[in-house]
DNA sequence: TGGTGATCATAC
DNA sequence: GTATGATCACCA
C-alpha cells in the first residue's frame, strides 16, 4: 500500500488514523518535508492540511468530501489543556440566494455532516506546533437527537435569510449551528436578499459548529 | 476570559 | 469572488 493512498474503504481509513495517533505534528511534517511554522497566525490551515496528505485525502479545494470515494469529510478539533475543543468547526458557506425550496436534506450542512472524521489535536498554546499530537480520531454521523437540533437550527437560519433578515443574524443564535462571517476582511460582499425582498450586497457568511455540539460528541465517544 | 466578529493563505 | 483549510483578536 502506497504510504498517501487514497483509503479504499472506511476500515482502511481508520487503520492511517490509528497510524497517526500520538505523532507530534513535526514528526509528521518532517516524513512530507513540510517546515512548521512558529505559529498558525499566517498557516490557520496547516494542520488540517498535514493531516489531508498523511490520511490520502484527495478533494482538494473541490466541493467534495475529503476522502470522495467513501464519503467521509475530515475535520481536525484543536482540542485546549482540558480536552475540550478550542475553536468553533466551519461547515459550509451560508447560500444566501437561490436557496427557495432548498430541503434540509438537500443541504450543504447535511452532506458535510452526514459522516465526519473527526481527529483531534492538541493546541494548548504552551505547547509550539511541532510538539503537539495527534489524537484518536473518530468516524462520526449525527444521532438522531443531533441531527434534529441541526435541523432545526439550520430551518430557522434559512428561514430568517429567506425574508431578508440576514443582517440580523448574529454568532448569538442557534443551539448547535452559528452564523458567522466567513470572508477575507470585512469589506468582501456577495449577493443576498435585503428586507424589501430585492438582492442586496451583503457579507459572505458561514455555518459553523458551536464548541459545545463539538464537546458533546467528544465526550460521547471517549467518556462511555 | 470566552465567544463573536474578523481575518489569513492559497488555488482557480 | 468562491472554494479549500481554519485560528486570530478584541471586547463585553
Given at each position: 500500500m502506497t504510504k498517501f493512498s487514497k483509503p479504499k474503504t472506511e476500515h482502511e481509513l481508520e487503520t492511517r488514523v490509528h497510524d497517526v495517533a500520538g505523532q507530534k505534528l513535526s514528526d509528521l511534517a518532517k516524513k512530507i518535508h513540510w517546515p512548521v511554522p512558529e505559529?498558525?497566525?499566517?498557516?490557520?490551515g496547516w494542520i488540517g492540511q498535514l493531516l489531508e496528505v498523511h490520511l490520502g485525502?484527495?478533494?482538494?479545494?473541490?466541493?467534495?468530501?475529503?476522502?470522495q470515494n467513501i464519503g467521509v469529510e475530515l475535520k481536525t478539533i484543536p482540542l485546549t489543556a482540558?480536552?475540550?475543543?478550542k475553536e468553533t468547526t466551519y461547515v459550509c458557506t451560508v447560500?444566501?440566494?437561490?436557496?427557495?425550496?432548498?430541503?434540509w436534506e438537500d443541504s450543504c450542512v447535511f452532506s458535510k455532516l452526514s459522516r465526519v472524521l473527526w481527529l483531534p489535536i492538541e493546541a494548548?498554546?504552551?505547547?509550539s506546533i511541532g510538539e503537539r499530537r495527534v489524537g484518536r480520531g473518530f468516524l462520526w454521523s449525527p444521532s438522531e437527537s443531533e441531527m434534529e437540533n441541526l435541523r432545526n437550527d439550520w430551518e430557522e437560519f434559512m428561514e430568517l435569510i429567506s425574508l431578508g433578515?440576514?443582517?440580523?443574524?448574529?454568532?448569538?443564535?442557534?443551539?448547535c449551528l452559528q452564523i458567522r462571517p466567513k470572508a477575507a476582511n470585512a469589506s468582501a460582499i456577495t449577493a443576498g436578499i435585503g428586507q424589501n425582498g430585492m438582492r442586496k450586497q451583503t457579507l459572505p457568511r458561514g455555518f459553523y459548529l458551536r464548541t459545545s455540539f463539538t464537546n458533546q460528541i467528544l465526550e460521547s465517544q471517549f467518556n462511555s
Open positions: 505559529n498558525l497566525k499566517h498557516d490557520k485525502a484527495s478533494a482538494g479545494n473541490l466541493s467534495e468530501p475529503d476522502f482540558k480536552h475540550q475543543a447560500p444566501l440566494l437561490n436557496h427557495i425550496g432548498l430541503s494548548n498554546p504552551e505547547l433578515q440576514v443582517e440580523t443574524i448574529t454568532a448569538h443564535l442557534g443551539e
